[in-house]
């Protein structure tokens, strides 16, 4: 079974607007983590945004914000203010404390930004 | 720069010949990961190394693939042999343990593109 599924290959987004990229995982671990990366034409994946299993409150950094939905394993990724730079693929990732220390990647959505 | 380095960033070779990509991760940091990612997919892990031991290692990593990280800085990743589907990125990335949990986050170098002809 898949443990991170991202069922959107492709989104488009007007710039200046909002998007939400979705995400949702699958794992028994009581202690995980969840992680967004942007990885854009270059190749280098960029670290963006990380939610702990216990953490109460969703993670924010700057324009990015996760929407953590604990009971129904969704972490999506709310990127505001949309800008023509954030055009690139974007994974997202858990980690889990019980299952040694590599992380595991979702397919990719490929974001791109409309002028 | 103190960032993840690899080389080289793209490497063509012959089926049948061996490879070797090299990784610096960020000085201070203690773990060191590979993973391969094949067009369209997100990166795929292949081991990871803390200080200069091997600890983990994928059941891709096949027994054509060897890693080293001999002085607990950089690593070395190669391949012998090699393989038309071995084409691929090969990323390195790095994180420092703070003592346990899934909390720390990794740093990826800029990958080295294989292809294999």
């Known amino acids: 079974a898949q443990k991170i599924t991202q069922t959107q290959p492709g989104m488009f987004v007007q710039e200046k607007e909002a998007v939400t990229l979705d995400c949702t995982y699958d794992t028994s671990d009581p202690s995980y983590g969840l992680f967004w990366y942007k990885q854009p034409s270059s190749g280098e994946m960029i670290f963006l945004i990380y939610?702990?299993?216990?953490?109460?409150q969703n993670a924010t950094e700057g324009r990015y914000s996760l929407n953590f939905q604990k009971a129904r394993k969704s972490a999506n990724l709310v990127i505001s203010a949309s800008q023509l730079g954030d055009s690139a693929m974007y994974f997202c990732?858990?980690?889990?404390?019980?299952?040694?220390?590599?992380?595991?990647f979702g397919p990719g959505t490929r974001l791109s930004v409309l002028p | 720069d103190t960032g993840v380095s690899q080389n080289p960033r793209h490497k063509i070779t012959k089926r049948g010949q061996n490879v070797t990509f090299r990784c610096d991760p960020i000085s201070e940091h203690n773990r060191l990961y590979w993973y391969r990612q094949t067009l369209g997919q997100g990166p795929e892990f292949l081991t990871y190394f803390q200080n200069e031991a091997q600890l983990e290692k994928s059941r891709l990593l096949s027994d054509r693939f060897s890693a080293e990280r001999p002085k607990g800085s950089f690593s070395t990743l190669e391949i012998q042999r090699t393989e038309q589907g071995d084409s691929a990125m090969y990323l390195c990335?790095?994180?420092?343990?703070?003592?346990?949990?899934?909390?720390?986050?990794?740093?990826f170098g800029p990958g080295t593109r294989l292809t294999v002809l």
């Open positions: 990732a858990m980690r889990e404390s019980n299952y040694g220390q590599n992380f595991v």
């Open positions: 939610q702990g299993s216990y953490d109460q």
């Open positions: 990335a790095s994180s420092l343990d703070r003592g346990g949990g899934p909390t720390n986050e990794q740093f």
